[in-house]
């Protein structure tokens, strides 16, 4: 037996054990409706899905329900991408589902799921505020009633925010880094999958903090601005404010102490504050190079080479641009 005929066997068996407690006369249309997902015919495998429902009278048919929660994130995805025109109709059924179901773990697990893929494609304008209808009545369904997933709704609020917030003129660099690294604290830093880059993100962190703190005065304004205009972003950050207001240097000092534990060895807090502000001042210096200027024909571009999306980040992280500051 080669590989391909074992892999079709054990496929196989997978199905089988899914569907042994369904009805007898439905399990043939069930079998054919996980073969269509394997397939990836996502629209054959909900058509079967939905007859299965539509035919079931007190049979177990929570296997084709668990398959068609799986399957919504994938045609919704491609709606989006294909731009097809199903969109709202394919969103305003996958709601159905939903209010038809118990929203069990499992289930909520799959909503969270969709909410991540969905996230992913905010790089398309035009469907930003379609995401944001998604999430709002996700929100309003309050299908997630376990605190780890309401925190990934959370999640996606704030990572809307950013689309705009790293356009917005009113914030500088270092506010919106800032804002960055909170993000990553607060949602992937604990993270298996980040566990690599858990260090780079820490000192990302710090350093974004005693930036912040350098010119707190300067920046008051900005924070306020944000707390009104990007109040789930701000929740990010909401208690270092608050630790910076109450006393701005001590706070200071105690970043530069956790920054110490990091540092090359010999490194002391003198060379280590004479680095930090050496960032900063390039920080600045670059900000204030990279400005928007009218080109004098109507429109308005950039005095600097517009970076590639695809490129590597500037900012250091490591990240292609699009998936960083280009957000």
């Avoid at 397939?39 to 054959?44: C, F, G, N, T």
């Avoid at 305003?92 to 996230?119: G, H, K, P, W």
């Avoid at 504050?273 to 109507?298: F, P, Q, W």
């Avoid at 080479?305 to 699009?322: D, L």
Wanted: a negative charge; one cysteine or more.
């Amino acid at each position: 037996m080669n590989i391909t005929e074992y892999n079709k066997k054990f496929n196989e068996k997978k199905i089988q054990e899914r569907i042994q407690e369904m009805p007898e006369n439905l399990k043939e249309k069930a079998i054919e409706a996980f073969k269509a997902e394997e397939s990836e015919d996502y629209l054959r495998s909900r058509e079967l899905c939905m007859q299965i429902i539509n035919e079931n009278e007190e049979g177990n048919v929570e296997p084709v329900r668990i398959l068609l929660a799986r399957l919504y994130p994938r045609i919704l995805r491609i709606d989006v991408e294909e731009i097809n025109g199903n969109y709202q109709k394919d969103v305003d059924e996958y709601f159905e589902f939903l209010d038809s179901i118990n929203m069990n773990e499992i289930m909520q697990q799959y909503v969270v799921d969709t909410l991540a893929r969905m996230c992913e494609l905010m790089e398309n304008d035009w469907f930003r505020p379609l995401f944001k209808e998604f999430v709002d009545r996700i929100s309003e369904k309050q299908y997630l009633t376990d605190e780890s997933f309401k925190m990934t709704l959370e999640s996606a609020y704030s990572s809307m925010e950013s689309y705009e917030y790293y356009s917005d003129a009113k914030i500088s660099l270092p506010v919106k880094d800032f804002l960055k690294s909170a993000y990553q604290k607060r949602y992937f830093i604990n993270e298996e999958n980040f566990e690599s880059e858990k260090v780079n993100m820490i000192i990302d962190e710090l350093t974004n903090e005693w930036f912040i703190c350098r010119s707190f005065e300067e920046k008051a304004g900005e924070l306020e601005y944000v707390r009104k205009t990007y109040p789930h972003s701000y929740e990010s950050i909401k208690e270092v404010v608050s630790e910076m207001q109450a006393d701005k240097n001590t706070f200071a000092e105690n970043v530069l102490n956790e920054l110490m534990n990091y540092a090359a060895p010999g490194t002391t807090k003198e060379m280590l504050t004479d680095a930090l502000d050496k960032s900063y001042e390039r920080m600045i210096n670059a900000e204030n190079k990279n400005v928007v200027v009218h080109s004098g024909a109507g429109s308005y571009k950039r005095n600097t080479a517009k970076i590639s999306r695809n490129a590597p980040c500037p900012c250091g992280s490591g990240k292609k641009y699009k998936y960083c500051c280009g957000k």
